[in-house]
């Protein structure tokens, strides 16, 4: 006698999750409900899957057990407890504020901020030390993306064309015995 049956729909549905999903833990969970239905055992299954036995066992449970919820509401499984972020939404907070302006208004001689610099002034400015690591998680959770600052001169030098090589309007060539030169006439 198998542990669990399903119905058609939740046979094809189950099949569906395995080609779409791209959360392992539900991937695996799907795979092994599926097995279980195809005559598999539960040893056979966890030594698949790389689980324990009685993590079978409480897949299928939390499965039952949950039945007037949704399909994929079973397939995840149970929420996991957890220390709640305390630090999070205040990094957001600055990091909304901070991202708005120019570090030079807060007394840096940068001119893009780096995570260091927000670390720094999350410190000066709330108190509070943070880890880098955090702001990063919360950079990103913004959808910002750090790119490598690209330097350029202010404005093209008035004798680029010559310095590359080229005839500026009122130079003419010199012969030298040594070099060819171009030079502006006097």
């Known amino acids: 006698m198998h542990p669990l049956t399903l119905s058609l729909s939740e046979r094809r549905a189950l099949e569906k999750q395995i080609h779409e999903t791209k959360d392992t833990k539900v991937l ?11 005559g598999m055992t539960v040893s056979e299954i966890a030594k ?29 499984g149970r929420p996991k407890s957890g220390r709640p972020a305390r630090k999070s939404a205040l990094v957001l907070q600055e990091i909304d504020t901070l991202l708005q302006q120019s570090p030079k208004q807060y007394g840096y001689r940068h001119v893009d901020w780096t995570v260091p610099l927000l670390q720094q002034t999350i410190k000066d400015q ?7 690591k955090t702001i990063r998680r919360c950079l990103k959770q913004r959808h910002y993306v750090w790119k490598r600052p690209r330097y350029t ?3 093209e030098s008035p004798t680029w064309a010559q310095e ?3 005839l500026k309007k009122d130079s003419r060539p010199i012969q030298d015995l040594s070099s060819s030169l ?3 006439p006097f």
């Open 126 to 132: 709330r108190h509070i030390d943070v880890s880098t």
């Open 28 to 38: 695996k969970r799907a795979q092994a409900l599926l097995w279980l239905t195809e």
């Open 48 to 76: 698949r899957l790389a689980v324990t036995r009685q993590t079978i066992y409480g897949w299928i449970s939390f499965y039952r057990s949950q039945g007037n919820k949704s399909f994929i509401t079973r397939l995840r």
């Open 153 to 155: 001169l202010a404005r």
């Open 164 to 166: 590359k090589g080229g």
């Open 182 to 184: 171009w030079m502006k």
